[in-house]
């Protein structure tokens, strides 16, 4: 083994690299990318709100009822009249007074700018323009049409459902009954699709999925791992002549699906000419007629978010620099244009709060003075900068008010150390109410000041529930290493925040100490440098195709690492670029079984003792060992939780975990770190791909090496795919300053 070179690395490459890169703002199929699968694996779930107006008005009046109740017991309540309501009463009470005041306090226009309070004059008009066109009630025939605004749908309210009794354990998933499955198994076979099927499709589409499927043939795609050509050949079976490539029924259900995969690789819209070259990529006739005829049912949204849709400008007064560089058209689904929206709300609404004098007595740092003039503080550094923001919650407990640390993961949290980890708590948990200080009366976080570690994981989705539970007046610290990757779930939160300016940002001058941090730090700004590692803490294994990297990976876990540098296997863990290949967690991850632990797989593929990657939600990986299984499922302990995965998902929801993927390696750190390159990966690395992989070691390294010149050019040129979002442009005309 020997210590990395400066600039360039040993080894040769392969002359037959399988990496396939989706097109730019065009989501790859599945498998097409390391990174697309990775995301695939970890992508999020969240709900919609109610298309049917009348649906929306009912849902409105419970809300204001529950607003009522949720102020005190009066005359004609439960509460009044010495009736208890049950814990589920209590409950969705809570959730709807929740829902109410969020929109209450959005409607708020007019009078200082305040926490809680909207942008009034023409920043607001901008924002009313913004949103006209995001409501899709234009005409379809013309994207840059501007009627008036359409009040805006309920964003998705934070949850708080009684503790779980295992707090990593998933919901339970939704289930089909018997009948349903029946009927949906008798429309596949006769379309001639494989009756697997049926059980996903029944759950996915409901109780009149048989009827729905009948109808429209292609909502088949909307079950994860269907491809167009087999929904086509399934509607030809059941629909004959009728149908064709531009069966609305079926462009529809491809620009569904397209947006879909986009949101698994992080995009939040994507791109109206994207859109309709892939539907030209998919033989529709004629695709723009079909992304307005999608527009018109609902199932997509339009925006077009930027200064050509400042009100009162004529179409003459655009400047030639305008129509040279137009904004582009975005098309999204709905449910993360509500989270981005509701986020950019809620991240003004904190950046907005005025100074607190609370914290004058705080010792003065960088951050206690950002966040006594600031109700919203952005703070970067590598994983020795975490002490800062550590600090900070320490000071504000000293002053008497409620704080709390999020972190990502569990191991994140463990990292923090004995004293500090018990006051910590995963973002997962305290949306859930597993974790943390528990709401106040109108349902917010019993929150002062909330700092959220590994800030860069979040998704869209979880940072708008977290952003709308926190009440008025509450601080919040983002903090987070900017150089790893970005969330598994759509969005880019951290990044964006940090491009709109939207806080003051502090950026930590603590290096990561040694041979490591040195090493990362230079990746962190494009340099693969020489590091002196007098310890062994960086080292370096060439090798000349997959199969002896494969063989040298298990050597290092099994036997170099535990006797050269005291790390025993179980502590070390081996980080790859995707799941498939010769060189992938698959393959990695069948050796180290066979080594470490070789059994039988009795439980579904795998045996006590086996080391395994869980992921209770989409978007979350949590590491775990096997104990046993019975009739109930398979039990793991998952960094002392104990979790029982009931067998009909443990398939799905369970992987062998020696070996990961940098995706799902993030926001986690071991003792010793593995990172297999073979020659087969060399397309499918960046900078923030082996920053992340890099950076996952506390004490030692190995890199088994064999994509040559490709590393070090990885690092030195090649930015991460890039995510189509939209938070940073609400984020900006939100917080932009009215003109006198």
């Given at each position: 083994?020997?210590?990395l ?12 690299p ?11 199929e599945p498998g097409?990318?390391?990174?697309a699968e990775?995301?695939?694996e ?21 809300e204001?009822?529950?607003e009522q ?9 439960p509460?009044g009249?010495?009736?208890?309501l ?9 959730q709807r007074?929740?829902r ?30 913004v949103?006209?066109?995001?409501s ?5 025939t ?7 605004p359409?009040?805006?749908?309920p ?6 459902p009684?503790?779980?009794?295992v707090?990593?354990?998933a ?12 009927a949906v ?8 699709a ?9 759950t996915?589409l ?12 292609w909502r ?5 791992g ?7 050949g399934?509607?030809?079976a ?5 149908c ?5 029924r ?8 397209l ?15 994207a859109v ?10 004629e695709?723009?007629?079909?992304v307005q ?9 339009v925006?077009?978010?930027g200064p050509?849709d400042?009100?009162?400008r004529e179409p003459?007064?655009?400047?030639e620099?305008a ?26 609404r904190l ?9 004058e007595?705080?010792?003065p740092?960088?951050?206690?003075r ?8 952005a ?11 550590l600090?900070?919650?320490?000071a504000a407990?000293?002053?008497g008010l ?14 923090l ?10 973002v997962?948990?305290l ?15 019993a ?6 570690l ?6 869209v ?7 709308e539970?926190?009440?008025d ?10 150089g790893v ?12 925040v940090l491009a709109?300016?939207a806080?003051?940002h502090?950026a ?5 100490p040694?041979?490591l ?11 693969l440098?020489?590091v002196?590692a ?7 294994v060439p090798?000349?195709?997959?199969g002896e ?15 050269a540098?005291?790390?025993p296997?179980?502590?070390t ?9 010769s060189?992938?967690?698959?393959a990695?991850n069948?050796a ?10 009795r ?5 006590p ?10 978007g979350?990986?949590v590491?775990?060992t096997?104990v046993?299984a ?5 039990h793991?302990?998952?960094?002392g939780e104990?979790v029982?995965v ?20 993030v926001?986690m ?19 923030a791909?082996?920053?992340t992989?890099f950076?996952?070691?506390?004490r030692?390294?190995?890199v088994?090496?064999?994509?040559d ?7 030195a040129?090649?930015?991460?795919l890039p995510r189509t979002?939209?938070l940073?442009a609400?984020?900006?005309s939100?917080l932009?300053?009215?003109?006198e």
């Amino acid at each position: 083994m020997t210590a990395l070179p400066r600039g360039a690395a040993p080894g040769s490459s392969s002359d037959d690299p399988t990496a396939d890169e989706p097109g730019p703002g065009v989501p790859a199929e599945p498998g097409g990318s390391a990174e697309a699968e990775d995301a695939g694996e970890g992508g999020g779930a969240g709900e919609t709100a109610a298309e049917d107006p009348e649906e929306e008005s009912i849902e409105q009046s419970t809300e204001q009822s529950a607003e009522q109740s949720a102020e005190g017991p009066g005359e004609g309540s439960p509460e009044g009249q010495g009736q208890d309501l049950t814990e589920a009463e209590a409950e969705l009470a809570a959730q709807r007074a929740l829902r109410a005041r969020i929109e209450q306090r959005k409607a708020e226009q007019g009078g200082p700018i305040e926490a809680g309070a909207k942008l009034s004059g023409k920043a607001a008009d901008l924002l009313a323009a913004v949103r006209a066109v995001e409501s899709g009630a234009k005409p379809g025939t013309a994207f840059r049409d501007s009627p008036a605004p359409a009040p805006r749908r309920p964003a998705p309210a934070p949850t708080a459902p009684p503790r779980p009794a295992v707090p990593v354990s998933a919901p339970a998933p939704r289930t089909a009954g018997a009948e349903t499955v029946a009927a949906v198994r008798a429309v596949l076979a006769e379309g001639g699709a494989p009756e697997a099927l049926a059980v996903p499709v029944a759950t996915e589409l409901g109780e009149q999925a048989a009827d729905a499927l009948r109808a429209d043939p292609w909502r088949l795609l909307e079950v994860p791992g269907v491809r167009p050509e087999q929904a086509d050949g399934f509607a030809r079976a059941l629909l004959g002549p009728e149908c064709g490539p531009g069966d609305e029924r079926r462009t529809t259900a491809l620009i569904g699906r397209l947006l879909q995969r986009a949101a698994l690789e992080g995009h939040t819209a994507l791109e109206a000419a994207a859109v309709r070259a892939s539907l030209a990529g998919q033989a529709v006739p004629e695709p723009d007629e079909a992304v307005q005829h999608a527009i018109a049912e609902g199932t997509v949204l339009v925006f077009h978010d930027g200064p050509d849709d400042e009100p009162g400008r004529e179409p003459e007064e655009e400047t030639e620099e305008a129509s040279a560089d137009p904004v582009p058209v975005l098309l999204g689904l709905d449910r993360y244009a509500l989270a981005e929206e509701s986020l950019a709300d809620g991240l003004a609404r904190l950046a907005r709060s005025g100074p607190d004098s609370r914290w004058e007595a705080a010792e003065p740092t960088a951050l206690t003075r950002a966040v006594a003039e600031h109700g919203l503080v952005a703070h970067t550094g590598g994983e020795a900068s975490r002490a800062e923001p550590l600090a900070l919650a320490a000071a504000a407990r000293g002053l008497g008010l409620r704080a709390a640390v999020a972190t990502y993961t569990e191991n994140g949290r463990r990292r923090l150390g004995a004293d500090a980890a018990v006051d910590a708590v995963t973002v997962a948990g305290l949306l859930s109410g597993a974790d943390g200080p528990g709401r106040d009366e109108e349902g917010a976080l019993a929150l002062d000041l909330l700092v959220v570690l590994d800030a860069p994981q979040l998704d869209v989705e979880s940072a708008a529930m977290l952003v709308e539970s926190l009440p008025d007046g509450c601080r919040l610290v983002l903090s987070g290493d900017p150089g790893v990757l970005w969330s598994a779930g759509a969005g880019r939160v951290f990044a964006d925040v940090l491009a709109a300016r939207a806080c003051p940002h502090i950026a930590s001058r603590v290096p990561d100490p040694g041979p490591l941090g040195e090493l990362v730090s230079g990746i962190g700004i494009g340099e693969l440098n020489q590091v002196e590692a007098p310890g062994k803490e960086v080292v370096i294994v060439p090798v000349r195709d997959a199969g002896e990297a494969v063989h040298r990976t298990v050597q290092l876990v099994a036997d170099s690492v535990p006797r050269a540098i005291g790390v025993p296997a179980e502590q070390t863990q081996v980080i790859t670029v995707g799941h498939g290949g010769s060189a992938g967690t698959r393959a990695l991850n069948a050796a180290l079984k066979q080594r470490l632990n070789p059994g039988p797989g009795r439980f579904g593929g795998f045996d006590p003792g086996d080391r395994v990657a869980y992921a209770p939600a989409p978007g979350r990986t949590v590491p775990g060992t096997v104990v046993s299984a019975d009739a109930q499922g398979l039990h793991l302990d998952c960094e002392g939780e104990r979790v029982v995965v009931p067998k009909e998902r443990v398939e799905s929801v369970v992987r062998h975990g020696w070996a990961l993927t940098a995706h799902q390696a993030v926001g986690m750190r071991w003792p010793a770190a593995v990172v297999v390159l073979p020659g087969d990966a060399a397309q499918g690395l960046h900078r923030a791909w082996v920053y992340t992989a890099f950076s996952r070691a506390e004490r030692h390294l190995s890199v088994v090496h064999g994509v040559d010149q490709a590393l070090p050019r990885a690092v030195a040129e090649i930015p991460p795919l890039p995510r189509t979002t939209r938070l940073r442009a609400l984020l900006e005309s939100l917080l932009a300053t009215p003109e006198e």
